[in-house]
């Protein structure tokens, strides 16, 4: 009975998963990040040495900042949501490697960790139905 309910309501798991992680991106990750200006974002923007891009950090920092502030965005009202979650996904990769290289304790490098299984989750499940990528691009099914 309880798995029943729970099966015919996973689109309102899949909204609450997104308005909370998305409440917590923008307002305690995204926020200070993109309003910190160019100074903060060339300070983010230097983890992609990481990888070997060392140009342009300011651009990528403001990228990384876009991503956890405007995807944030996105994911609470169900906008474009794959690819907000596919920027935040990187953004997260991006993070780890970062906590990784300053040899951060585990309990900081985790975090950007989890959040990256979350956003891959969100690219395989999309929106759901309680959400703007439905209304607007929805299709209807058709009984056969």
Do not use: C
Request: without cysteine; glycine residues 12%; positive net charge.
């Amino acid at each position: 009975m309880i798995k029943n309910f729970l099966s015919k309501h996973s689109d309102a798991g899949i909204l609450i998963l997104r308005v909370g992680i998305g409440i917590a991106f923008v307002f305690t990750h995204g926020w200070n990040k993109i309003f910190g200006g160019p100074e903060m974002w060339t300070k983010i923007g230097g983890a992609m040495a990481n990888i070997g891009i060392t140009f342009a950090p300011a651009f990528w920092g403001f990228m990384a900042s876009a991503s956890e502030f405007g995807g944030g965005i996105l994911l609470i009202f169900g906008l474009f949501t794959r690819p907000a979650a596919a920027f935040m996904a990187f953004t997260m990769v991006i993070a780890s490697s970062q906590h990784l290289m300053k040899l951060d304790s585990w309990a900081r490098v985790i975090y950007p960790m989890e959040m990256f299984s979350v956003f891959m989750a969100l690219i395989f499940l999309g929106a759901g139905k309680y959400s703007l990528d439905k209304i607007l691009f929805g299709r209807k099914v058709q009984n056969s």
